[in-house]
T-cell receptor, first 114, second 116 residues
């Protein structure tokens, strides 16, 4: 079984709709992240959470919100989707042991906003 | 703010040959981590190799090695004996160690093509 799962893997929605992307992990990590990938721009951080009660904005949080329902679950919501939110979205988790951190990524969710 | 620059949007190499992908970064921190991630057509992000800035020795993972030049803020990835399965996008990434800077900052990627 995959350590970091994302649902759905692909999603098509219309402008103005609210959608939620979900991420679950079985790695037992406290830290979770949401990234967006656009062609030519690499990955950019949307939101991150270092534990269940900790939520932080990343580089491009406008138009997005998150919920950390449990240590293992971190959801990303688009309150009112717009076409320029069409992108590939990645969830990641990490541990931070002995001052060292490595992030592990889910398989990604491809979102198309019409 | 930290920045990561990959100046080669595309690279190609003959199978079994060696290729080097370039990465430079900018930071005011003295301690940090650098990573190379591979993204094949399956789009999965796969960690290839990591380097701690306080270590002078270059990291190596099988056919993958880095040339870490801290003073020059350069972190290149060398792939030896290139294989068809190495074809992918490669992303260089930086992570700080100070509180609030532990997040990953990515470069824009280099698309590597392997020529049979």
């Amino acid at each position: 079984d995959a350590d970091v799962t994302q649902t759905p893997r692909n999603r098509i929605t219309k402008t103005g709709k609210r959608i939620m992307l979900e991420c679950s992990q079985t790695k037992g990590h406290d830290r979770m992240y949401w990234y967006r990938q656009d062609p030519g721009l690499g990955l950019r951080l949307i939101y991150y959470s270092f534990d269940v009660k900790d939520i932080n904005k990343g580089e491009i949080s406008d138009g997005y919100s998150v919920s950390r329902q449990a240590q293992a679950k971190f959801s990303l919501s688009l309150e009112s989707a717009i076409p320029n939110q069409t992108a590939l979205y990645f969830c990641a988790t990490s541990d931070f042991i002995g001052g060292q951190e490595t992030q592990y990524f889910g398989p990604g969710t491809r979102l198309l906003v019409l | 703010a930290q920045t990561v620059t990959q100046s080669q949007p595309e690279m190609s190499v003959q199978e079994a040959e060696t290729v080097t992908l370039s990465c430079t970064y900018d930071t005011s921190e003295s301690d940090y981590y650098l990573f190379w991630y591979k993204q094949p057509p399956s789009r999965q992000m796969i960690l290839v190799i990591r380097q701690e800035a306080y270590k002078q020795q270059n990291a190596t993972e099988n056919r993958f090695s880095v040339n870490f030049q801290k003073a020059a803020k350069s972190f290149s990835l060398k792939i030896s004996d290139s294989q068809l399965g190495d074809a992918a996008m490669y992303f260089c990434a930086y992570s700080g160690t100070n509180s609030g800077n532990e997040k990953l900052t990515f470069g824009t990627g280099t698309r590597l093509t392997i020529i049979p």
